[in-house]
Every structure is written in structure tokens, then in C-alpha cells.
């Protein structure tokens, strides 16, 4: 009995707890840790400098953007001005162009997930003759770049008189062999008892895929929405080459509204650019911790 309450005494079973409590410090860190978070966080800093500049030179009159860009104000407002933001919204038809990016990047982003994560899964469960060659074209093809085809496809869709249009700027982006091959190896490391399990329930394989497999799959879709969406929403050559007109141009043709004689307005530039890229870093921020659970399970195992 002595024992019993000897263990269960309040103050031997906290004395652990208390022994473990330890309170971060940079000195308890290991030396090659404190150098890498040092080397790190410059990194950071550096890759941020240029976003600084912009967001900095677009509350800056025009005549102020560039003239302090060889000192260290260039990073600081010495006068705020939104005027550039008025320019912005009124020269370049912001609200126009913006609901064009909005239509063809949400587009692009929603029917790729479907179609991709479909045929990723196919080729990680399905077995069929010729499968280790689809799967050596799809690998193949990662490493294709737009420009190396873009001019035999503006001649298909010429020929299917697509110019101009929304579908133009949309459909040649829904299969991507790259996010194919994340869902392949995403749904190649689940284990098959999941589905087996589900099988013996009386499960089809669509309610398999959808009620088994999606709600597991949730860091591979956040990763290919992201991916997927940066690409999509900084496109620019495709754009130019299948757009005529401003009615179904996206956000970042709207820069060439500025290209006027000199003196240039870099201030209504820099605001254009900080509008436009507000939405990929709220997008990437929302996400994130989704995003490296993707990457990191999706792309490890092939």
C-alpha cells in the first residue's frame, strides 16, 4: 500500500514533466543547425527583396520608384501615394482582366484535378498491357517544355477556330504528364488492403475512388491546385499568341496597357504587378502546410 501511494504521489509524477520542461534558445541549438537557420533565413530575405521593391514602388509617385533604386530607400515609402492603384484599375481595365484570370485559372485548376488524379490512380492500381510504357511516356514527357510544341498547337487550334476564346487558353492545360505522375505516386503508397477492405463492403470502384481513396488524398490535391494555379495564373505566352483582342485576356497581358512613351509610369506598374500577385501568395499562404505534406509524400517514393 505504501508503494502504490508512493507512485501515485502528485509531486513524483510531476517531477518528470518539470525535469523534460526546457525553454528554446539559439545557444542550445547545435552549431550546423544555427548556421543553416542563419543561411536560410538570408535565402529568404533575399528571394523577398524583389517582391519588397514592388510592393514599396508602387506607393511611391512615379518619379520617386526609381530614383532612390541605387540606396536603401528604395525599400522604404518616403511618400505614399494610391494613386498608382486608381491608375492601375482605370488604364489597364483591372476588374476585367481579373475576372478573365479568375475564369480560366479556376478552370483549368478544377477540371485538372479530376482528369489528372483519375489517371494517375488508373496507372497506380490499374494493370493492363502496355502500362510500364504509358507510364515511361508520362515521366518522358515532364521534361517537354510549351515552347518547344507551342507553334503545331496554335496551328490546331487555329484550324479548329478556337482564337480568341476562353477554351483556347483552357484546354491544352488540363493534362499535365507532371501532375499525372504526382498522383500516380501519391496513390501508389496507399496501402491496397484499403480498397480490398472496401471491396468486401460491396464497394464499386467509383465509390472506392471517391469515398476511400479522395479523402486520403487531400496534400496531393492542395499540392496540383498550387502548382497548377501558379502556372495558370502568370501564363503569358500562350496568351499572346491565341489573344487578340482584351475580351478574353488574362491579367498579365494588362501590362503591355503601359508601355507608353517615356517618362514611364513604374509606380502604376508596380501596382499593377502587387494587385496581380496578391492572390498566388494568399493562395500559397492558405495552403501551405497541405502543400509541403504533398511534396513531400508525393514526391519521395516513385
Do not use: C
Not at 509610369?265 to 494568399?282: L, N
Amino acid at each position: 500500500m505504501s508503494l502504490i501511494k508512493t507512485v501515485r504521489s502528485p509531486k513524483l509524477l510531476a517531477a518528470p514533466a518539470t525535469a523534460t520542461k526546457s525553454r528554446f534558445s539559439w545557444a542550445s541549438l547545435p552549431r550546423q543547425h544555427l548556421v543553416s537557420y542563419v543561411f536560410m533565413s538570408l535565402l529568404g530575405a533575399f528571394f523577398l527583396l524583389p517582391l519588397i521593391f514592388m510592393v514599396v514602388g508602387s506607393l511611391k509617385p512615379n518619379e520617386r520608384v526609381l530614383a532612390e533604386g541605387d540606396s536603401w530607400r528604395a525599400f522604404i515609402p518616403t511618400s505614399v501615394t494610391g494613386a498608382n492603384y486608381v491608375d492601375a484599375f482605370q488604364q489597364a481595365d483591372f476588374l476585367h482582366l481579373f475576372f478573365n484570370s479568375v475564369v480560366i485559372t479556376g478552370s483549368i485548376v478544377s477540371i485538372s484535378l479530376v482528369i489528372n488524379s483519375l489517371f494517375g490512380y488508373a496507372l497506380a492500381r490499374f494493370r493492363f498491357r502496355g502500362r510500364a510504357l504509358l507510364i515511361a511516356v508520362v515521366v518522358a514527357l515532364i521534361i517537354i517544355p510549351l515552347e518547344s510544341y507551342v507553334i503545331p498547337l496554335l496551328y490546331m487550334v487555329a484550324r479548329l477556330q478556337w482564337v480568341d476564346t476562353y477554351q483556347v487558353q483552357i484546354l491544352p492545360f488540363i493534362a499535365n504528364p507532371f501532375y499525372i505522375y504526382l498522383f500516380y505516386t501519391f496513390f501508389l503508397n496507399l496501402p491496397k488492403e484499403l480498397e480490398e477492405a472496401a471491396q468486401i463492403d460491396g464497394a464499386d470502384l467509383w465509390r472506392i475512388f471517391t469515398r476511400v481513396m479522395l479523402p486520403l488524398a487531400g496534400p496531393v490535391f492542395a499540392t496540383v491546385a498550387i502548382l497548377n494555379f501558379l502556372s495558370s495564373w502568370g501564363q503569358l505566352l500562350w496568351p499572346i499568341m491565341v489573344t487578340h483582342g482584351p475580351e478574353v485576356r488574362p491579367l498579365p497581358l494588362g501590362v503591355a496597357e503601359f508601355q507608353t512613351e517615356p517618362p514611364f509610369h513604374w509606380g502604376t506598374v508596380m501596382a499593377f504587378a502587387t494587385m496581380m500577385t496578391v492572390p498566388t501568395v494568399a493562395v500559397f499562404i492558405l495552403f501551405q502546410n497541405a502543400f509541403v505534406r504533398g511534396v513531400a509524400r508525393s514526391g519521395i517514393k516513385g
